[in-house]
C-alpha cells in the first residue's frame, strides 16, 4: 500500500513539475545601450594605455590610432547593446572572474569582464585590461571550471601585455623603412609582382604568428598556475583546450525531425517541403591542406596545446579544487540562458532564418519549453509579412556551403513553403502556446500580434496591439508596435 502510494506521489510530483516548466516562459535579457561606468572606465583605461606611447613618429602615432579604434569599438559595441551588463549571465561569469581576481593579487587592478552578445564560441582580452566573453561560448562548454580556465587564459594575455606587445611588433614592421622601400621598388617592376611581394610579406606573416603561437603557449601555461590558486578543479583546463578543437564543429550533429514539429492535424505535413538538393556550389573548389595553413594559425593546434598542458600538469603536484564553486545547477541554466539569448540575437538582427533554426534545436532539447516555441512561429509570420512585401531574402539566408547540413536543410524547407504554409504553420504553432495563459509576458503578447496580423485578422490584431500598448509601454517591442498600422 506504501509502495502504490508512494508511486502515486512520485507521478502526481512529475506532473506538477512538468505543468511548472510550462507555467515560465524565458524573459530575454534586456539590451542595454547606455552604461555610463563602463564609458568613463574605457576612457580612463585608454588615457592610461596612451601614456606609455613615447615620442613624435608615425609609429607612435599608428599606435595611438590602434588605441583609439579599440576604444571606438567599445564605446560602439556599448550603444549598439552588443554587451550585457546586470543580467544573470553577467553575474554569473562576474562572479567566476572576482574568484580568480581574488586569489591571484599580480591581476587586482585595471582588469574588468563583460559578456558580448556575439554567436561566436570565443573569449578574448583587448589589451586594455577588458577581457570578453562570447555568448556563444557559454553553452560550449562543460562546467564552471573550464570557463573559469578559459577567463585565466585571457587575463594571462594581458598579464603579459601580449595585445600591446603585438601592436607593437606590427607598428615597427609597417614603418621600417628599408622594408618600405623594398615594396615600393616591387610595385613599380612589371614582372612577376604578385610572387615577389609575397616573398616579401609572407616572413612578417609568419613572425606575427609565430609570436602569436608563443603567446597562447605562455598564457596556457599561466592561465593554469592563476587558476591553480582558486578552489577551482585545474585538471578541466586540459579538457578546455582539448574542447576548442570542437568549436569549429556543429554543436548539435542531430537533424530536426521537421515533419514532428510541423505536422498538424488541421494541417498536414507536406513531403515536399522535405526537398533538398544540397547547397549551392558555385565557385566552390576542393581545398587541400598546406603546411603553411598550419604556420598561419594564430593558434597552434588544440591538440599540441593539450599535450603540452598536460605534461607540465603532469610535473606539478595540484590541489583536487572544485568543479562548481556556484551550483551545478546554476551552471546548467546559465547555459540554457546563453542558447537562448543566442536565438534572442538572431533575431534582434532580423535574422528569422537563423534564429528559427536555433529555435527548432532548442524545442528539441526542451520541448516543454514555450519561448523557443514562440520564436519557432514569430520567425515564420515574420518571413510572411516580409515575402509580402516583397523582400524575403534580406531575413533569410540562402544554403551555402558555408554553412552545416542541418541550418542548410530548414533553409530548404523554408524555401519550398508557401505563403499560405507560413501563414498556417505560423498560427497552428502559435495555438499551442498556451492560450492566452501568458497574455501578461511581453514576447507572448507581441508574437501573438504578428501572428494575427500575418494571419490577416484584424479585430484581434487591433485589441493585441492596444493591450501591448497598455502594458508595455516602453517595452523592447514598443516602438515597432506604435509603428504598426491596423486598418
Not at 577581457?131 to 577567463?151: H, K, M, P
Not at 558555408?402 to 504554409?421: G, P, Q, S
Amino acid at each position: 500500500m506504501f509502495r502504490t502510494i508512494s508511486l502515486f506521489v512520485f507521478a502526481l510530483l512529475l506532473g506538477l513539475i512538468a505543468r511548472g516548466q510550462e507555467q515560465n516562459i524565458y524573459t530575454p535579457a534586456p539590451v542595454i545601450k547606455k552604461n555610463v561606468r563602463f564609458i568613463a572606465e574605457t576612457d580612463s583605461l585608454n588615457k592610461l594605455y596612451c601614456k606609455r606611447i613615447t615620442g613624435i613618429s608615425k609609429k607612435s602615432e599608428y599606435i595611438r590610432n590602434v588605441f583609439k579604434e579599440r576604444k571606438e569599438y567599445l564605446n560602439n559595441a556599448v550603444s549598439n547593446g552588443d554587451f550585457m551588463f546586470d543580467c544573470d549571465i553577467y553575474l554569473y561569469v562576474q562572479q567566476i572572474f572576482d574568484t580568480i581576481v581574488k586569489y591571484n593579487p599580480p591581476l587586482q587592478g585595471k582588469m574588468r569582464i563583460v559578456v558580448s552578445r556575439y554567436t561566436e564560441p570565443n573569449a578574448f582580452a583587448l589589451g586594455d585590461g577588458t577581457i570578453v566573453v562570447n555568448l556563444g561560448l557559454l553553452n560550449r562548454l562543460d562546467n564552471e571550471s573550464q570557463l573559469a580556465f578559459i577567463i585565466c587564459h585571457e587575463l594571462s594575455h594581458q598579464y603579459f601585455d601580449h595585445v600591446f606587445n603585438k601592436i607593437n611588433l606590427i607598428a615597427e614592421k609597417k614603418f621600417d623603412e628599408d622594408f618600405d622601400k623594398q615594396i615600393k621598388k616591387t610595385l613599380k617592376q612589371e614582372y612577376n609582382v604578385h610572387s615577389k611581394l609575397m616573398a616579401l610579406v609572407m616572413p612578417l606573416l609568419f613572425d606575427i604568428t609565430k609570436y602569436s603561437r608563443t603567446d597562447e603557449s605562455q598564457a596556457d601555461s599561466m592561465g593554469l598556475i592563476f587558476l591553480s590558486h582558486t578552489p577551482y578543479n585545474t585538471s578541466e583546463s586540459i579538457k578546455a583546450i582539448a574542447k576548442l578543437d570542437l568549436f569549429d564543429l556543429e554543436k548539435d550533429t542531430n537533424n530536426i525531425d521537421l515533419k514532428k514539429s510541423f505536422d498538424y492535424e488541421d494541417y498536414l505535413f507536406k513531403n515536399e517541403w522535405l526537398t533538398y538538393h544540397g547547397a549551392s556550389s558555385l565557385g566552390a573548389f576542393e581545398y587541400k591542406s598546406t603546411a603553411i595553413d598550419d604556420s598561419l594559425k594564430t593558434h597552434p593546434d588544440c591538440k599540441i596545446r593539450a599535450s603540452a598542458l598536460e605534461h607540465l600538469y603532469s610535473k606539478l603536484t595540484w590541489a583536487p579544487g572544485k568543479i562548481f564553486l556556484q551550483p551545478e545547477d546554476k551552471f546548467k541554466e546559465i547555459s540554457y540562458h546563453a542558447e537562448a539569448e543566442i536565438i534572442e540575437t538572431n533575431y534582434r538582427i532580423e535574422n528569422y532564418g537563423r534564429a528559427l533554426f536555433l529555435a527548432l534545436q532548442m524545442s528539441m532539447h526542451f520541448p516543454q519549453d514555450i519561448y523557443s516555441k514562440l520564436i519557432v512561429s514569430r520567425c515564420l509570420s515574420k518571413i510572411y509579412l516580409n515575402r509580402k512585401k516583397h523582400v524575403p531574402y534580406m531575413y533569410v539566408d540562402n544554403t551555402s556551403n558555408e554553412y552545416f547540413e542541418n541550418y542548410n536543410r530548414v533553409l530548404a524547407f523554408i524555401n519550398e513553403l508557401t505563403m499560405h504554409d507560413l501563414e498556417m504553420l505560423g498560427y497552428l504553432g502559435f495555438q499551442k502556446c498556451g492560450n492566452d495563459k501568458f497574455g501578461s509576458n511581453e514576447d507572448y503578447l507581441f508574437t501573438k500580434l504578428v501572428i494575427y496580423l500575418a494571419h490577416n485578422d484584424l479585430v484581434i490584431s487591433k485589441s493585441v496591439k492596444e493591450n501591448y500598448v497598455a502594458i508595455f509601454k516602453g517595452g523592447k517591442f514598443a516602438e515597432e508596435v506604435t509603428n504598426i498600422k491596423i486598418n
